[in-house]
């Protein structure tokens, strides 16, 4: 689709978080005509340098064709969707297509659907892979669900925020893969905790095992990517703990709703809110590390070496 293309249809953003404010980013520099509103409009505001209109409420959005939304929680989304001053909020008024990336429960996500339909109004749930660094490195990655039809509609704009995305059929599965995404996310970094603990225990600088890790099969993007953290011991927010453990608990949730055991997501659970209870609320969700060198004896030091973070930049 070219630039002249993606004005086909004026685009309306809901959240400038990190996130968010980086997504609608890539659209306005893409081409794409876009109004924003942000409850608190300052955080906002810098989006109209590069050509967004900045407007006053959820409601001034009805008159968009495709209204994206990237809010904090479930309450925030059926707020800013349903409420007196939401998305829907004019009687005479609403948008062709919702399409929300916000990480959400599948019964709010279902809420939101069911008002939506009532409208006419056709929704995706869109939940996205990664934080605002991966979105300006174009990594993102993108999953939705909802009618397919609707879907080829914003397939470009999505396919706009990172590297693509997973189409995976109708209703809430969106939100299913998420949440499974998110599980491994906990688990994995837990287990990479432990081994480059027991590593660095045992001897091994922690920038020279995680450069092996990076380099073995076992590695990835993911890995890379969060090595610059466990080595110089950055925990400059990119997802908190207290996010961890919202998407665990949903995800544990699943599990007991769909008889599907899940003892490790359980167990890593536990760590994420003995966690939280150690101090760790605001900063990134990959201090799990200095939580579990703790609890080894183990005194950890930044090792204050540049270490490449998989998305073209040393840190």
Not at 183 to 212: C, N, W, Y
Not at 284 to 310: P, Q, V, W
């Amino acid at each position: 689709m070219t630039k002249a293309n993606l004005k086909d249809y004026r685009l309306g953003w809901v959240g400038t978080g990190r996130m968010g404010y980086a997504m609608a980013s890539r659209l306005l520099k893409s081409g794409c005509n876009v109004a924003v509103y942000n409850r608190t409009r300052s955080k906002a505001q810098p989006l109209a340098q590069i050509g967004a209109t900045i407007t006053d409420s959820a409601a001034d959005l009805a008159d968009r064709d495709i209204v994206f939304t990237m809010v904090s929680g479930p309450d925030d989304l059926i707020e800013v969707v349903t409420g007196g001053t939401g998305i829907l909020s004019r009687p005479n008024q609403v948008p062709k297509l919702l399409v929300d990336c916000s990480s959400v429960s599948t019964e709010a996500s279902a809420t939101v659907r069911e008002r939506a339909a009532a409208r006419g109004v056709a929704m995706l749930a869109a939940p996205v892979s990664g934080n605002a660094k991966v979105v300006k490195a174009g990594l993102l990655s993108v999953v939705a669900s909802g009618p397919e039809a609707q879907f080829k509609i914003a397939e470009p704009y999505l396919a706009l925020l990172g590297r693509g995305v997973s189409y995976v059929g109708e209703g809430e599965l969106a939100r299913m893969v998420k949440i499974c995404h998110n599980i491994l996310l906990g688990v994995v970094t837990q287990s990479l905790a432990e081994i480059t603990v027991l590593a660095e225990k045992g001897g091994v600088p922690r920038h020279a095992f995680l450069d092996f890790i990076n380099k073995s099969v076992m590695g990835s993007l993911f890995t890379k990517y969060k090595s610059p953290a466990f080595v110089n011991l950055d925990w400059t927010p990119t997802f908190t703990p207290y996010l961890l453990r919202k998407d665990l608990d949903l995800g544990l949730e699943a599990g007991r709703n769909l008889g599907v055991p899940q003892p490790l997501t359980a167990l890593t659970r536990e760590i994420v809110q003995s966690m939280i209870g150690n101090g760790y609320k605001d900063s990134d969700f990959g201090a799990l590390l200095e939580l579990e060198a703790k609890a080894a004896g183990l005194e950890l030091k930044s090792e204050n070496k540049m270490i490449d973070d998989g998305l073209g930049a040393k840190t």
